[in-house]
Each structure stands twice: as C-alpha cells, then as structure tokens.
C-alpha cells in the first residue's frame, strides 16, 4: 500500500491533535458537522450509478445477507459492550447508535484495497444508507431508549433531512449534468476526508475533558466494537456461502459505520458526550480497516 493510502489516517490524527491541544478553536465550529455531513453524502451520491444497484441486486443474496448482518450485528455488539464494560448511559447510548448507523462511504475505499468485491460494497452502503431513514431511530429507540431519551420521529426526520436528500441531489446531478459531476466527483474523496478529519476534531474538543476521564474504557469499547464487527461479518459471509472476495466486502461493510451521521444525530438528540464514541470510531476504524486491507491485499 502506497502512502497516499496511509494519507488519510495521517490526516486524522493531525485532527485529534489539534483537538487536544486547540480546543477552544474547534468548539464554536460545532454548527458546521451537519452541513458537512451533508456535502460528504452529496459526494456519496455522486459515485453511485443505476448501473451499479442493478448489478448488485442482481446478486440479492449476498446484498441481503450483508445489510442484515449490518443492521443486526453492529447494533447487537453495542448493547453488549457497553454492558459488559458498565459504560454510563450516555456512553451507551452513544455507542448503540454507532451501531444502528449504516456503513460509511470509506469502506468502499477499504474493500478495493483489501482486494474485496467493489460492486457489492457500494450496494451495501448505499441500501445500508436508505434502510437507515427507518432502523437507524428505531434501533437506538429499542437498545438505547431505557437510558436516555430518543426521540425516533424527529431522528428520523432529521436523517432524511441529512442523508437521504444530498445522496439523491449527488445521483440526480451525475444523471442529468454527467460531465461537471464527474469532474465534482473527482474532488470529492479528499473534500469528504477533510470534512470527517473536522468533524471529529470538533467532537474530541468538545469533550475533551470527558475523554481524559473516560478515554481508556471508552477507546476499549471502540476497538471491541469494530474488530468483533469485523471478525463477525466475515464468519457469517463463509457460513452462508460467500466467495472470499465477498467475504471481504461483507466484513469491512459491516465492521465500518458512518460515524459521521451518528456524530450529528449524538449532538443534536443526546447529550454531548455521547458523540464521543461517533469521534473515537471514526479515526479508530479506518486504522483498523487500512491495517485489514493491507493484509488481505498480500494474499
């Protein structure tokens, strides 16, 4: 793997540090992580064709397997987790909705490199990203909603608001304006990894102090989450069939959430520190997925 693969890690923990060290810079940006979520999922829909869903749904099984391992595993994990280790119910709640999140575009980076199946991770996140309108809020409402308050409706809502409108604004441009979307799209990558670099500086600043308190029992949960997400995806891929390049695909897809959305439903529906879990998997699973794909790229 070159550098420019490794580019993007780099690029977060130059955000965490900046974070730690110029808190107080990145706390009045907290208006931003909405909007910039948005223009990430605009870029999203840039990418994604007619051509590639039907070549995808033309394989229902594995795409069904996948967003059902997604949507089960990741949020199941969770809620065990944060039993185990007796994290409070802000951090839980954090965590579970971290886990009821759909998958984040970077995985589709990471299943390329790993060698995987390419046509069905971009599938997988873009059903993964529609079914999210209605299981991301109900989800967290049923794992989450004894611990804290979640209003289901207006996340709901809000997920339209943030998701589901800017992929299809990306989809309906590359349709109807093919040229200057490509060339959009072509930027997109970088813009999206800056977007998310600001939007977890912003989130560790705002809860720095609680991630001096609770940083290794939450950093645990974080890495426990993803890896078993990981390692579960993969297995159940090879139980039902899969062929390896599948299993890659299905694995990173499941292993890997759009924390970015959980970050921005955390903030507005929960108190602030439960995004912190959003923020800490964020830069943990692409070192995770990076390491993964390297690995599986030399086989």
Known sequence: MSRRDWAPIA??????????????????????IVPALGLIMFGMGLTLTGAQ???????????LL?????????????????????????LAAGLILVGACPGGTASNVMVYLARGDVALS???????????????????????GTRVDVPAVAMLLDILRIVLLPVLAGMLLRALLRGPATALARVMPGLSMLLIALIVAIILALNRGHLAATGTVIASAVVAHNALGFALGYV???????????????????????????????IKYLPALAALPAALFSVWQNVAGLALAAVWRRR
């Open 236 to 266: 159940a891929a090879w139980f039902g069939g899969a062929a390896p390049a599948q299993r890659r695909a299905i694995a990173i897809e499941v292993g890997m959430q759009n924390s970015g959305l959980a970050t921005a439903l955390a």
């Open 11 to 32: 690029l977060l923990l130059a955000a965490c540090l900046l974070a730690w060290w110029l808190p107080q810079a990145l706390v009045p940006l907290k208006v931003a």
């Open 53 to 63: 869903l039907t070549a995808a749904l033309r394989r229902p099984r594995w795409l």
């Open 66 to 90: 996948g967003v059902a391992l997604q949507f089960a595993v990741m949020p199941l994990l969770a809620y065990a987790i944060a039993g185990y280790l007796g994290l409070s119910s802000t």
């Open 122 to 144: 971009v599938a997988m996140t873009a059903v993964s990203t529609l079914a999210a309108v209605l299981l991301t809020p109900w989800l967290t409402l049923w794992l989450a």
